[in-house]
């Protein structure tokens, strides 16, 4: 077992390397569970997109509850991931790393909430859209899933 040393002012600290490499095990987990809930309401997406090409509103509007609550526990994971970055402390040197990943995933699941929040607007408003549209809102939330899917 190796030692890492950090210095703080005038007192060293010695951690060693199995408690630095557990904590990056806690930290990582803690982010794998935020990501999880994210791709979770990316695959939502294409969900609303295929309802908002059949018209069926109710089961939009309810979609829509669904993905509104999702991205409420997102918000709550993300949370826990910076408490537990918090409590870490200076022992994981890539804390910032983590959090800047888990804002811009927490970013995802803000996008998705909007888009099937416009979709949701048009549906209600009963607008007209060009059937050219709707074919290619499909294949662009399927590459948009996609896409979320490899960054997990």
């Known amino acids: 077992m190796g030692i890492n040393t950090r210095i703080c002012g005038a007192k060293v600290l010695i951690f060693p390397m199995e408690t630095q490499e557990r ?11 935020h990501l999880r809930k994210v791709v979770d309401i990316a695959r939502k997406v294409p969900q609303m997109v295929d309802l908002f090409i059949k018209g069926d ?33 200076a022992i994981l040197s890539s804390r910032e790393d983590f ?30 859209v060009p059937e050219s549209i709707k ?10 899933l996609e896409a979320v899917l490899k960054l997990r």
Do not use: H, P, W
């Open 135 to 144: 074919e290619g809102l499909v294949k662009l939330s399927f590459v948009f």
């Open 23 to 33: 904590v990056k095990g806690r930290a990582l987990a803690t982010c794998q569970e």
């Open 57 to 89: 509103l109710e089961s939009a509007r309810q979609l829509f509850l669904d993905i509104k609550k999702l991205e409420d526990e997102v918000d709550i994971a993300r949370r826990a991931v910076s408490k537990e970055l918090a409590e870490i402390g």
């Open 99 to 128: 959090l800047r990943f888990t804002n811009l995933a927490s970013e995802i699941a803000d996008y998705c909430e909007g888009i099937t929040f416009r979709l949701l607007e048009i549906m209600e408003r009963r607008c007209k």
